[in-house]
């Protein structure tokens, strides 16, 4: 047995040697030192030899095994690194070469647009302010003149999630909640942009969900020559100094009197085109003076303040200003469409 054991070890030391790859030495692993290899077989027949022999046998056998596996061991070693150094060399990385660039995006076109509308609005004095979504039925209706009764409030228009909230349809309730918050004892000037929601039919103009920009400006002695030199500033800004704007009379319940902002055709110049429908004009917002009962509702008495309010569509004014023909292109993620305007 002495003798079978050391040519098991000779066998086994040179079958670990001649390996080429780890599989192969898992092999001769499994071959010498497994549960059916012939080292266990011989430890299984230590039950036939005498006393005087099984230590002396035992002693061998873990010699040949711990022989075996250190060779194992070793040449495991130098195999994995032969594989790795492979490895290595079949993806060396030139780090002189220039790297990939990363493709940098930038704002929407909308983001732009509000954040214009922002910048300029506070550089006249006014502030951002910012209000729920998911707003109540009073803010976004009765607070501003909006009864009950009202047909704007036909459930067919609304996004209504119970009879008492709702997705706002406009930004107006954030005025309302200014006007509140400052209990009729200070002015107010501020704008408050955002998403607005109403049941409609999504088209080349209309959508589900747009964004607003509305301003309120409360004080005393605040006219509608104030109004208008406001916004004669905005679209001025925003659509060249050569542009004219034009008051028409209009009705919105929240304002008391209201008026349908136009500005002046930049293709025919006032003369009448396709675009402007041959009128030389271009609506492009709403306002008005803001109506008594709406000033008395948000704690200001109208015997002395009054104030002005505005409304506009960011994508409306985008649209005018860049030429886009669908409002859809604005949420439909085309990249070919947003890449347009990554300096807008």
């Known amino acids: 047995m002495k003798e079978r054991l050391q040519e098991l070890e000779q066998e086994a030391l040179n079958q670990v040697e001649q390996a080429k790859t780890l599989a192969d030495l898992d092999k001769v692993r499994v071959a010498f030192l497994g549960k059916k290899g012939p080292i266990t077989e011989v430890l299984r027949g230590m039950g036939k030899l005498s006393a005087e022999e099984r230590p002396v046998i035992g002693e061998l056998a873990n010699k040949v095994r711990s022989a075996i596996t250190t060779e194992l061991e070793q040449k495991k070693a130098k195999l994995e690194l032969a594989v790795l150094d492979q490895q290595l060399k079949a993806e060396t990385i030139d780090v002189t070469l220039p790297g990939r660039p990363v493709p940098v995006g930038g704002p929407h076109l909308l983001t732009s647009v509000v954040r214009e509308i922002e910048d300029l609005f506070i550089g006249m004095g006014f502030e951002v302010r910012e209000g729920p979504e998911v707003e109540t039925d009073y803010y976004n209706f009765e607070a501003l003149n909006l009864p009950k009764d009202h047909p704007a409030r036909d459930t067919q228009d609304s996004f209504y999630i119970t009879e008492e909230l709702l997705l706002r349809t406009q930004t107006s309730p954030v005025q309302a909640r200014t006007m509140n918050e400052y209990k009729g004892n200070q002015s107010i000037k501020m704008i408050c942009p955002g998403k607005v929601y109403r049941r409609d039919t999504d088209d080349a103009t209309h959508s589900h969900q747009f964004t607003q920009v509305e301003g309120l400006y409360v004080d005393k002695n605040v006219r509608m020559s104030d109004l208008k030199g406001v916004l004669n500033q905005f679209v001025k800004h925003f659509f060249g100094e050569e542009r004219e704007i034009r008051f028409r009379p209009s009705f919105f319940p929240f304002t008391e009197p209201s008026v349908e902002i136009d500005i002046s055709c930049k293709l025919c110049h006032g003369k009448g085109c396709s675009v402007c429908k041959q009128t030389g004009w271009i609506e492009i917002l709403g306002g008005g003076m803001v109506h008594p009962e709406v000033l008395r509702m948000g704690g ?43 300096q807008a």
């Open 300 to 342: 200001y008495d109208p015997e002395v303040y009054s104030g002005f309010a505005f409304g506009m569509g960011p994508e409306r004014i985008a649209m005018l200003k860049y030429g886009v023909d669908d409002i859809r292109h604005f949420y439909t993620n085309d990249i070919r469409f947003l890449k347009q305007y990554h």
